[in-house]
C-alpha cells in the first residue's frame, strides 16, 4: 500500500509534465491538423532557457526560491513563446495549402535543426540544474517505508493544475479562445466572420510553447539535469499522450498525460524500469490499432 | 437604379480552382438597398462567385469593387472588416458551440457595446434561437441553422449580406419563412442584398433585379419581373416544380 501511494504520487508529478507538452501537440493539431513534431524541441529549449534562467538569477542573488521560480517561469514562457511564433511563421506558414506531409517535413527538419543548434550553442554535455527546491513531508508509514511528497512535487502539480486551468478558461470563455474554437471546426468560416485565421494559427503556437516552456522548467527542477536531446523523448510520449487522450481535445491531453505518467511509472516500479518507455508505445500502438479517436476524441465526420 | 454608385462592382472575374476555370470574366453591380439575385444550375459558379467576392479563392483576374474601393487582393477577413457578411452555401453553423456562441462568432468584427442591442433583435427576429440559445448548433434543424446562419451574418451589421441558397432543402414554409426575413432585413434595416438561389421562383419575385449565371458566365441580366416573364429563364429554372 505504502509503495503503491509512493508510484502514484511520483506518476501524478511526471503525468503532469507530459500533459502540459500535450496540450502543445493537441491544440496545434485541432487547429491546422498538422502534428507539430518540433515540439518537443520546444520543451527542451524551454528547459534549457530555464536553466539559464536560474543561472542568472544565482548571479543575481536572487535566493529566494519561490521568486525565482515566478521569475524564470514567467521568462522561460516568454522566450520560448517567441520561439513558438518563429518556427510556425518560417516552417508551417508557407506550406499551408501544401500537400498534407510537407509541414510535417519540415516540421522534422525544424527538430533536427533545434537539436543541433542547442548541442552547438550549449555543449552535448548532460547539464546539472542543481536542486532549487528541496525536503518534503511525509505522509504516512507503512511497511517500514516512509511515503513522501516533496515540496518539488507539490509545486509540479499545483502549478499544472493552475495553468491547465487558466487555460481551459481562456479556451472556453474568452473571445480569443472561441476563435480558437471557431478556426478548429470550420477555419474558412471563422475568416469568413472576420477572424484573422493566420494571427490565431500564431497564437496557438504561442500559447503551445508557453505550456512547453513550463514543462521544461518543471522537468530540469525534477531530474536536475538536461542535455539537448530531452525534448525526443518526452515529445513522443507527451505526443503518444495526446494520441490516447484524444488527439484534438483539451481535456483528453491532460487526462493522456496523467495515464502515460501512470502508466510509465508503474511498469517502472512493478515491471521492470527499462522497458517502461516500450510500455508507453505499446500503449499508442494499440490506441491506434483498437480506438483511433481516442478516449475523449471527437468522431471524425460529424453531421452538420 | 443604374445612377445610383454600386456598392458592389464586379468586372471581368474569372476564377480557377486549379487548372480550373470556374468564372469567365463575370461583369455586375448591386447598388445600396437593393436586393439582387443571381439564379443559375447547379455547378453554374454562384457559390464560386460568392466566395471569390470574400477573396477565397481569389479571382485570378478581373476587379471587386465595394463603394468603388478594389478589395479583390484584400484576405477574406480584411473585406469581412469593410462590412461585407455571408451566409454561406451549407450554413456552416459551428456544430460544437451553441446558438448564442455562434452568434458571438458573428460579432467577432463588431463593437461590444452593441452586442446586446444587435442579438435582441436577432432573437426578435428569428423567436426560436431565442428558445434554443443554449443548444449546440449542429443539434439544431435545417431551418434553425439557417436562421442562426442569417442572424450570425447580421450580428456583424453588415452593409452587404451576402446568401448561398438560403431555402435549400428546406421545407416549402420555412423557405417562405427565411425569405420572408430576407425581405424583412432588406426593408427595414437598409441591408444591400445578393442572394444566390436555385430557387428562381422566391427570389426573383423578392429581388429587384436578378442575373442569370450559365457555365460561368452572366448569361441574362434584368428586373426580377423581367426574368420572370422571359422564356428562357421560365423554361430552364421555372418549370419544373420549383414554383
Redesign the interface.
Given at each position: 500500500m505504502a509503495y503503491f501511494s509512493q508510484q502514484l504520487i511520483n506518476a501524478i508529478t511526471l503525468g503532469a509534465i507530459y500533459g502540459l507538452i500535450a496540450i502543445g501537440y493537441t491544440m496545434v493539431y485541432g487547429i491546422i491538423g498538422m502534428i507539430n513534431f518540433a515540439h518537443g524541441e520546444v520543451f527542451m529549449i524551454g528547459a534549457f532557457i530555464s536553466l539559464i534562467g536560474f543561472i542568472i538569477c544565482s548571479l543575481l542573488g536572487i535566493g529566494s526560491a519561490p521568486v525565482a521560480i515566478v521569475l524564470v517561469l514567467l521568462v522561460a514562457m516568454a522566450f520560448t513563446a517567441v520561439y513558438g511564433w518563429t518556427i510556425e511563421r518560417l516552417a508551417y506558414r508557407p506550406l499551408r495549402g501544401s500537400f498534407r506531409l510537407a509541414p510535417l517535413i519540415s516540421a522534422i527538419g525544424v527538430s533536427i535543426t533545434l537539436q543541433n543548434y542547442v548541442q552547438l550553442t550549449q555543449g552535448a554535455r548532460p547539464k546539472p540544474g542543481g536542486q532549487i527546491v528541496s525536503g518534503g513531508y511525509n505522509l504516512f508509514s507503512a511497511d517500514g517505508f516512509d511515503v513522501r511528497v516533496t515540496w518539488l512535487q507539490l509545486i509540479i502539480v499545483i502549478v499544472t493544475v493552475v495553468l491547465m486551468a487558466g487555460f481551459t478558461w481562456v479556451i472556453a470563455r474568452t473571445?480569443l479562445g472561441?476563435?480558437q474554437?471557431?478556426c478548429e471546426?470550420?477555419i474558412?468560416?471563422?475568416?469568413?466572420?472576420?477572424?484573422?485565421?493566420d494571427r490565431t494559427i500564431s497564437l496557438t503556437f504561442v500559447m503551445g510553447a508557453a505550456l512547453a516552456a513550463v514543462a521544461g522548467m518543471l522537468f530540469l527542477m525534477y531530474y536536475g539535469v538536461i542535455d539537448f536531446f530531452i525534448g525526443f523523448l518526452a515529445g513522443i510520449k507527451a505526443f503518444t499522450a495526446a494520441v490516447l487522450g484524444g488527439i484534438g481535445s483539451l481535456p483528453g491531453a491532460m487526462l493522456g498525460g496523467l495515464l502515460i505518467g501512470l502508466i510509465e511509472v508503474f511498469w517502472a516500479g512493478y515491471f521492470s524500469s527499462e522497458y517502461k518507455d516500450v510500455a508507453v508505445f505499446a500503449i499508442l500502438v494499440l490506441v491506434l490499432i483498437f480506438r483511433p479517436t481516442g478516449l475523449l476524441g471527437?468522431p471524425e465526420i460529424?453531421?452538420? | 437604379m443604374a445612377e445610383q454608385q454600386p456598392i458592389l462592382e464586379v468586372r471581368d472575374v474569372a476564377t480557377f480552382y486549379g487548372a480550373i476555370q470556374a468564372l469567365h470574366g463575370v461583369d455586375l453591380d448591386v447598388a445600396k438597398g437593393e436586393i439582387v439575385t443571381l439564379i443559375g444550375a447547379n455547378g453554374a459558379g454562384k457559390s464560386t462567385l460568392l466566395m471569390t467576392i470574400c477573396g477565397s479563392p481569389r479571382a485570378r483576374s478581373g476587379s471587386i469593387k465595394l463603394d468603388g474601393e478594389e478589395i479583390g487582393h484584400l484576405p477574406t477577413h480584411q473585406i469581412v472588416r469593410r462590412g461585407v457578411a455571408q451566409v454561406p452555401e451549407g450554413r456552416r453553423i459551428f456544430p460544437r458551440m451553441s446558438v448564442f456562441e455562434n452568434l458571438q462568432m458573428g460579432a467577432t468584427i463588431s463593437d461590444p457595446a452593441h452586442f446586446q442591442q444587435d442579438i435582441d433583435r436577432v432573437f426578435a427576429m428569428f423567436p426560436r434561437l431565442a428558445e434554443r440559445r443554449e443548444q449546440r448548433g449542429g443539434t439544431l434543424s435545417g431551418g434553425e441553422q439557417q436562421m442562426l446562419a442569417i442572424g450570425r451574418a447580421l450580428m456583424s451589421r453588415p452593409r452587404l449580406l451576402l446568401l448561398d441558397e438560403p431555402s435549400l432543402g428546406l421545407a416549402p414554409l420555412i423557405v417562405q419563412q427565411i425569405f420572408d426575413a430576407i425581405g424583412r432585413i432588406a426593408r427595414e434595416e437598409g441591408v444591400t442584398i445578393f442572394l444566390v438561389e436555385q430557387n428562381a421562383y422566391h427570389a426573383l419575385r423578392l429581388a429587384t433585379r436578378g442575373y442569370v449565371l450559365v457555365n460561368g458566365r452572366v448569361r441574362l441580366s434584368g428586373t426580377g419581373r423581367e426574368l420572370l416573364a422571359n422564356a428562357d429563364v421560365r423554361s430552364a429554372y421555372l418549370e419544373g416544380g420549383h414554383a
Open positions: 473571445s472561441r476563435q474554437r471557431a471546426q470550420d474558412k468560416m471563422a475568416a469568413l466572420l472576420g477572424v484573422n485565421v471527437k460529424e453531421k452538420v | -
